[in-house]
C-alpha cells in the first residue's frame, strides 16, 4: 500500500478561498440545528402530532442536532484548524466515534420509521399491537446501542486500524482511515441492509397506496367528496415516501461507496473529494427536519371538509366504518 500524503491547514495560512469555505460550511451546523428545533417543537406543541410514531422523529431530530454540533462543527475544526488538542490521539478517536455514532443513529431511525409506516398502511389494523409501547422501546435501543457499538467499541479498540497502522500515521494530523474489513461490516450495517429494508418496505407502501386509490374511486356518491379528500392524502403519502427515499440515497450512498472503494485503491481518494462526499452524507442530517415538516404538515383545511362532509351526508355511520375498513383507509391517520 502507498502512503497517504500528509497535509495540515493551519489558520495561519488561511486565503480568502479557505474563509469562504468555512462560513459556507458553517451555516450547515446553524440551518440543521434551527430546522430539527422547529420539527421537536411542532411534535411538543401541537396534540395531533403528539403520536406514538412521532416518538422516532423527536429522537432522530434529537440526533441530527448532535450530527449538527459534534460532527459537522468538529470536521470544520479539523479541517481548518491548527490546535494542539484536536490532534491528540484520544480526542481523534473520541471524533471519529461520535461521527460514525450519530450519522449511523440518525440512518438507522429512518429505518425504524420505514417500519413504522409500513405498519400504518399495509397493516393497519395491527398498528396499535405490533407498534407498543415496548416495540417502540426496542426499536430506539436498536437505534442507539448498534452505532455505539460500531463506533466507540470497534474505534477505541483500534479494529478500524488493524493492518494500516503505517499509513495513518500522519504527524499533527487528525485523519480517519479504515481497513477493508471494518468498512465493510459497518457500511454493511449500518447502510446497505437498512436501505434494502427500507426500499422494499417503500415499494409496497407505494404499492398499497395505488391500489386504495383505485378502490377509491368504485366509491358511492354519497361520500365521494370525502375520498377525493382522501385519494389527494394517499397520493401526498406516496410522494412524501419517494422524496425522502431519494434524498436519503441522494446523500449517502456516495459515502458509502467511497468507504468501501477506498482501502481497495489504496487510499487514494482526493482530499477534496472525501469531503465533498462527506458532507453530502451529513446534508442529510440537515434535509431531514425541512422535509417532515413541510412535506407532513396536517392538512388542515381538508380536515375540516371531511368533518363537514361527514355531518352533512346522509350515509349511514355503520356503511361507513365497513367502508374504511374494507379500503384500509384507516392507515393514512397513523404514519405520518
Not at 41 to 69: E, G, M, P, Y
Not at 225 to 250: D, G, H, P, Y
Request: charge should be positive.
Amino acid at each position: 500500500m502507498n502512503n497517504v500524503t500528509c497535509a495540515n491547514t493551519t489558520f495561519d495560512k488561511l486565503v480568502t478561498e479557505d474563509i469562504v469555505l468555512i462560513i459556507f460550511l458553517s451555516c450547515f451546523p446553524c440551518i440543521t440545528i434551527a430546522g430539527n428545533i422547529l420539527v421537536i417543537f411542532t411534535v411538543l406543541k401541537r396534540h395531533k402530532f403528539r403520536q406514538k410514531a412521532n416518538v422516532f422523529v423527536v429522537s432522530l431530530a434529537v440526533t441530527d442536532i448532535a450530527v449538527a454540533i459534534f460532527v459537522m462543527s468538529f470536521s470544520i475544526l479539523q479541517q481548518f484548524g491548527n490546535m494542539s488538542w484536536l490532534t491528540l490521539r484520544s480526542v481523534c478517536l473520541l471524533s471519529f466515534s461520535l461521527d460514525v455514532m450519530f450519522t449511523s443513529t440518525s440512518i438507522l431511525h429512518l429505518m425504524c420509521m420505514t417500519v413504522d409506516r409500513y405498519i400504518a398502511i399495509c397493516l393497519p389494523f395491527r398498528y396499535h399491537n405490533l407498534m407498543c409501547n415496548r416495540s417502540v422501546t426496542a426499536l430506539l435501543i436498536i437505534c442507539w446501542i448498534l452505532p455505539v457499538v460500531i463506533s466507540f467499541g470497534l474505534i477505541f479498540g483500534e479494529v478500524h486500524n488493524i493492518g494500516i497502522q503505517t499509513i495513518t500515521k500522519c504527524p499533527n494530523t487528525c485523519m480517519f482511515l479504515v481497513n477493508i474489513y471494518y468498512a465493510v461490516i459497518c457500511s454493511t450495517a449500518v447502510f446497505y441492509i437498512p436501505s434494502v429494508f427500507m426500499l422494499v418496505c417503500n415499494l409496497k407502501i407505494l404499492r398499497n397506496v395505488r391500489k386504495n386509490r383505485r378502490n377509491l374511486c368504485k366509491l358511492s356518491k354519497c361520500i365521494l367528496q370525502q375520498n377525493e379528500i382522501l385519494m389527494k392524502r394517499e397520493v401526498k403519502v406516496a410522494r412524501t415516501i419517494a422524496t425522502m427515499l431519494s434524498c436519503f440515497f441522494l446523500c449517502w450512498l456516495p459515502f458509502f461507496v467511497l468507504n468501501i472503494v477506498d482501502p481497495l485503491i489504496n487510499y487514494k481518494a482526493g482530499e477534496t473529494t472525501v469531503l465533498v462526499i462527506t458532507w453530502l452524507g451529513y446534508m442529510n442530517s440537515t434535509i431531514n427536519p425541512y422535509l417532515y415538516y413541510f412535506l407532513n404538515r396536517p392538512p388542515c383545511k381538508n380536515a375540516c371538509n371531511i368533518k363537514l362532509c361527514c355531518l352533512g351526508s346522509l350515509c349511514k355511520r355503520k356503511r361507513n366504518v365497513y367502508v374504511m375498513q374494507h379500503l384500509n383507509i384507516q392507515s393514512l391517520t397513523h404514519g405520518f
